[in-house]
C-alpha cells in the first residue's frame, strides 16, 4: 500500500513570496490533515479536513494561510506572503475514518514532510 | 498552550537495556495517548497507544503505562536496539480526536 505523499521535499524561499505544498493522501482516506513542525517542538495541526470539507482550522492562520482539498482526495496548503517564522516542516497526514469512526479507523499516517526554510 | 510536555529532549541507554521516556499532560479532557516514532527525513510513524481507561499496554517490547492520577504517561522499551535510535513523540486527544497535541519528543539513543 502507497503512503502518504508530499511534495516538494524541501523549499527555499525569501520572505513575503508565495509557496504551495501538496499532499496526496492513502487511498480511500476520508481524513486528512496539515501540520507544522518547528525545529524543536512536536507537530502542530494546522487544518483537518473530512473528504472535501474542512473539520477544524481553528489553529491555521488564516490571514496568509489557506488549504483545499478539491474532490476530496489531493490537497494544497498555501502560504502567501510568507514570514520568517514559518520556517518549518510541513507533515500532511491522513487517516481512514471521520471523528465517529472509531479509534482504530482513525490512526493517522503521515507523509515525509515538506522543508520549508524562509530567508 | 504546552498541554502535552516532554521534559528530556534526549536520552542515551545501552543496546539491550530499558529505555524509559516520560510524558505529562495537563489537559483532563484528553483519553486517548499515542506515541509515535520519527526518523531523520521521515514523518511520524504510530507505534503504540493507550486508552483512559487503561493503565498499561503492550506490544511486542513496547509497554505504555498510563497514571491518570498524576497526568502521566511512559513509554518502555526492552530490550532496546540501536534500530530504536529515533525521536519519540507523545500524543494526546479528547475522545473526538479532532484537536492531537504533539510534545516537543525525545530523541533516542541507543547504544551499541
Known amino acids: 500500500e502507497a503512503g502518504v505523499a508530499q511534495s516538494p521535499r524541501y523549499k527555499i524561499i525569501e520572505k513575503r513570496q508565495s509557496v504551495a505544498f501538496w499532499c496526496n493522501p492513502i487511498s480511500g482516506h476520508a481524513t486528512l490533515y496539515w501540520y507544522q513542525q518547528i525545529l524543536g517542538q512536536g507537530p502542530k495541526l494546522l487544518i483537518q479536513f473530512q473528504n472535501n470539507g474542512v473539520v477544524d482550522d481553528s489553529q491555521l492562520p488564516k490571514d496568509r494561510f489557506s488549504a483545499e482539498r478539491l474532490k476530496g482526495v489531493d490537497s494544497t496548503l498555501k502560504i502567501q506572503p510568507a514570514k520568517l517564522e514559518d520556517s518549518a516542516v510541513y507533515l500532511c497526514?491522513?487517516?481512514?475514518?471521520?471523528?465517529?469512526?472509531?479509534?482504530?479507523?482513525?490512526?493517522?499516517?503521515f507523509g515525509p514532510g515538506t522543508r520549508l526554510t524562509v530567508l | 498552550d504546552q498541554q502535552v510536555k516532554q521534559n528530556s529532549p534526549s536520552l542515551s541507554v545501552q543496546e539491550g537495556r530499558i529505555s524509559i521516556l516520560n510524558c505529562d499532560y495537563t489537559n483532563s479532557m484528553f483519553d486517548y495517548f499515542l506515541w509515535y516514532k520519527k526518523y531523520p527525513a521521515e514523518g511520524p510513524t504510530f507505534l503504540i497507544s493507550?486508552?483512559?481507561?487503561?493503565d498499561k499496554n503492550e506490544d511486542g517490547r513496547f509497554t505504555v503505562f498510563l497514571n491518570k492520577s498524576a497526568k502521566h504517561l511512559s513509554l518502555h522499551i526492552v530490550p532496546s536496539q540501536p534500530g530504536d535510535s529515533a525521536v519519540y513523540f507523545c500524543?494526546?486527544?479528547?475522545?473526538?480526536?479532532?484537536?492531537?497535541?504533539f510534545g516537543a519528543g525525545t530523541r533516542l539513543t541507543v547504544k551499541p
Open positions: 493507550i486508552s483512559s481507561i487503561k
Open positions: 497526514a491522513s487517516s481512514l475514518g471521520g471523528v465517529s469512526s472509531g479509534r482504530a479507523v482513525n490512526q493517522q499516517f
Open positions: 500524543a494526546a486527544s479528547p475522545y473526538n480526536n479532532n484537536d492531537m497535541r
